[in-house]
């Protein structure tokens, strides 16, 4: 018997090596680039949509309306740019091929790579939509004027490490089955943050440089909510659960919401409103 | 002397090492040649040569392309008979008709009229699709071969005007970018043409072949095409510029007043203006820097098949032995059917495999009917798939488990006292029976025909095995029902009494009533 385990031992690192020596199978990688200068630009209106792959996002260089580099795979993507000066209006995608929807097959597909940058000096209204793989998005830089990000089946990670150069009217995310990490949303300066996740680990973080009053609306279905909250805001929070759990620590119940303490007379407030059907709230002060 | 741990780590390095070697040789990886080539391989790139010329010759089972080398060598490439040939010695193997065979035919017949620097580009980015198996690995090894071909020095094409298409001609439309799916496609598919075949009609625009220029000064109304060359802009260009295969060079002083689009080369703003958007797309990759699959080998392919099949073994025994710690009545009672109703279960296999998918079109549909049931269907879905799957698995692992037994008991039989009776040895033993037909597979799989033949046995006795598992896994509802597994004892056989007096089971030598002869009948003979 101990022979017979030693052999099913070596045998098994046997599989396991050659598994690991073998190369991956053909594919055919194209890159495509594309870029303007911003020439006299007042602003932007820009979709850019992913299918599958890495999608890294933020600002540019100066004089540089927008580029874009993406690898793809030519049997499985193709790559569209459209751009109407009237507007003027970007449409950047790599769409998958017969416009099938999102489609994975395997990990080469997710080889597919793309960065794309805008302009930091020009209002920006950025619509993205990531389908599988992993985003990165930097907001930090970027004069963004309305946002709205949808991740399918990506961990998406959006950061705004520098304050918003205007006020942002709206920052819509939504979760799909992904996974969303944000990190100092509060930059962006938006008046309301509108969040709708799926399944998946959600964290959001509204630490950062804001003033006056911020509203966010959060539903997540199945998976734990994060909510990364700075601690001199007053915070006032309307839960509607189903099976979700919540720990109201340093918050008193007020009529069907939960307030924190020091709430009317905080120099900033975060209006929340959650709901959350399976999983949970989870509260943090940073 | 070793170790295990020691031993252990060097079978993973052996495995990693012989493992490697099969990547980057093509051939007998045990020849010294071999060796040489491995680590020659190993530490250089792909060689560059260049090609001044090539042919394509073709017959009824065999479709060659040579091309001539700078150096005055050659490189063949071959499909012949089954075989895949690269200079002259066998690569793989193809399915006469096959996808791999129609992909070598479409593409020799394009490189049969096209200058050879064209042909090199071609075969550089041939990259056939719907290919498995030894097909897909064979088109490995060819386009390895091909991504080390460069075209000659001086092959350069001289630059003229491309001729306008007739009404109704080829047209290439490039005053916008827009659709770059279908701009991209008939951009490629216009720079393999040459010669007379060489005609297109531009809208709004020109074309040229080879390099050409915008003198400073110099106003070019309407967009501009260049086929392999470079477009060097000194001057105004009132429209986009496109360049395949070449550069798009915009120097200080030049204007585009459009965009500007370089498919296989590079966009150089030197100091000068370009309005619109600079768009680049790249030549696929596959040829030059994308990782491709090993070469086959006759040593590879039985290390990667064998590797699977262990692997297969290994699963499928650990998923026996759970069964055995934790459904061991279950498994037995499904064995025991297998042993007591083989041709019993064989059908019900058979019936149920073909029953399987309209039972679960009907289950989904039954339920969709009803308005409560819809909720249902995802769940309903599930749990039909599972249950699927398990009677399959643990019916063939029930079969492995009656093979191990009928062993065991044989052995017994004969007087063997190294017999190990339990559950997890009968699996193991049945198992290695049933892989036994794809070990031989996997060392002999590579013999023309024969290697073919015995893979159809083994294919044919695993389906028959499972089909087998499958039904008694059905007629003893998973084990969960003895009806068929021949355990029936009649209740009057069960009285203590009778027990007693006649043993029923493991004493044969019991004596038994010797048969009475029957007393001459009294009744008198009917009368005559």
Not at chain 1, 50 to 62: D, I, R, T
Not at chain 1, 76 to 82: L, W
Not at chain 2, 73 to 89: F, H, K, N, P, Y
Request: proline letters at 6%.
């Amino acid at each position: 018997m101990r022979h017979l385990v030693r052999g099913a031992w070596y045998v098994g690192l046997w599989a396991v090596g050659c598994g690991l020596s073998t190369p991956l199978a053909a594919q055919t990688m194209r890159t495509f680039t594309v870029e303007r200068k911003a020439e006299s630009a007042s602003q932007l209106r820009a979709t850019v949509e992913f299918g599958a792959g890495e999608l890294s996002l933020g600002p540019g260089k100066a004089g540089m309306l927008y580029s874009a580099e993406m690898r793809y795979d030519q049997e499985r993507a193709a790559p569209q740019h459209r751009f109407d000066p009237q507007g003027p209006q970007l449409d950047l995608r790599l769409r998958p091929i017969g416009n099938a929807g999102v489609r994975v097959t395997n990990r080469e597909q997710l080889a597919q790579r793309a960065v794309v940058t805008f302009a930091p000096g020009i209002p920006l209204d950025l619509d993205v939509t990531l389908g599988a793989g992993e985003g990165q998005i930097e907001l930090g830089g970027l004069k963004v004027k309305r946002a709205a990000i949808r991740s399918v089946a990506t961990r998406t990670v959006i950061r705004v490490d520098r304050p918003n150069a205007m006020a942002c009217e709206t920052l819509d995310l939504d979760g799909g089955a992904a996974e969303v990490y944000t990190e100092k949303l509060g930059n962006l300066r938006c008046a309301e943050i509108r969040f709708d996740g799926g399944m998946g680990q959600t964290r959001l973080d509204l630490t950062g440089r804001w003033t006056s009053t911020l509203r966010l609306s959060a539903k997540q279905a199945l998976g734990t909510l994060t909510l990364v909250l700075p601690k001199d805001a007053g915070v006032r929070i309307v839960l509607d659960r189903t099976l979700s759990s919540f720990e109201p620590t340093g918050f008193t119940k007020d009529g069907n919401a939960w307030v924190s303490a020091g709430f009317a007379s905080a120099p900033r407030t975060v209006l929340v409103d959650v709901t959350s059907a399976v999983g949970g709230l989870v509260v943090v002060w940073e | 002397m070793f170790a295990p741990k020691s031993r252990a780590l060097g079978a993973l390095f052996i495995t990693f090492v012989a493992a490697t070697p099969l990547a980057a040789a093509t051939r007998d990886p045990f020849s010294p040649d071999a060796a040489v080539s491995f680590f020659r391989d190993l530490f250089r790139d792909a060689p560059d040569v260049g090609a001044k010329d090539h042919m394509v010759a073709t017959s009824s089972d065999s479709r060659t392309l040579t091309f001539k080398l700078d150096d005055g060598s050659e490189i063949t490439l071959s499909l012949a008979g089954g075989r895949v040939l690269i200079d002259g010695e066998q690569a793989g193997r193809y399915i006469p008709g096959g996808a791999l065979e129609g992909a070598w035919q479409e593409l020799l017949a394009d490189l049969a009229r096209v200058p050879t620097p064209l042909a090199v580009l071609r075969v550089r980015s041939w990259a056939p699709t719907g290919l498995v198996g030894e097909e897909k690995t064979a088109a490995s090894a060819l386009r390895r071969r091909l991504a080390g071909i460069t075209a000659a020095t001086g092959e350069a094409i001289t630059p003229q005007p491309i001729p306008g298409a007739p009404p109704g001609g080829l047209t290439v439309d490039i005053r916008s970018f827009n659709d770059l799916r279908t701009l991209e496609p008939t951009l490629w598919r216009v720079s393999q043409l040459t010669g007379p075949d060489l005609k297109l009609a531009v809208p709004d625009g020109r074309a040229y072949l080879g390099h050409f220029s915008v003198g400073t000064g110099d106003e070019q109304e309407g967009h501009l095409l260049v086929l392999h060359g470079d477009a060097d802009i000194f001057g105004t260009v009132r429209g986009n510029v496109v360049a395949v295969d070449g550069d798009v060079v915009v120097h200080a002083g030049a204007t585009i007043t459009g965009s500007v689009l370089a498919v296989g080369g590079r966009v150089q703003d030197a100091g000068g203006d370009i309005r619109g958007a600079v768009l680049t797309l790249s030549d696929p990759e596959t040829a030059t820097t994308a990782p491709l699959a090993p070469a086959s080998s006759t040593a590879g392919t039985a290390l990667r098949r064998g590797a699977g099949l262990a692997g297969i073994f290994l699963s499928l025994m650990l998923m026996g032995a759970g069964m055995v710690a934790f459904a061991k009545r279950q498994i037995e009672v499904v064995a025991d059917t297998v042993g007591h109703s083989f041709g019993r279960a064989f059908l019900a296999g058979l019936l149920g495999q073909i029953l399987v998918v309209p039972t679960f079109g009907m289950i989904i549909v039954g339920l969709a009917l009803t308005v409560v049931g819809i909720f249902l269907v995802p769940f309903a879905a599930v749990v039909y798939t599972l249950l699927a799957v398990v009677t399959l698995v643990g019916g063939f692992l029930a079969v492995a488990h009656a093979m191990g037994e009928v062993r065991a008991r044989r052995k017994m039989a004969a007087g063997s006292t190294n017999v190990s009776a339990n559950g997890y040895a009968y699996i193991g033993v049945g198992l290695t029976g049933a892989a036994l037909l794809w070990v031989v597979w996997v060392a002999l799989g590579w013999v023309p025909v024969a290697g073919w033949l015995i893979e159809l046995a083994a294919i044919l006795v695993t389906w028959v095995l499972a089909t087998v598992g499958f039904g008694a896994a059905l007629l003893s509802r998973l084990g969960l029902r003895d009806s068929f597994a021949g355990r029936f004892i009649a209740p009057e056989t069960l009285t203590d009494e009778y027990l007693w007096a006649t043993p029923q089971f493991g004493v044969p030598a019991v004596t038994r009533p010797e048969k009475r002869e029957v007393p001459p009948s009294r009744t008198p003979p009917p009368m005559p």
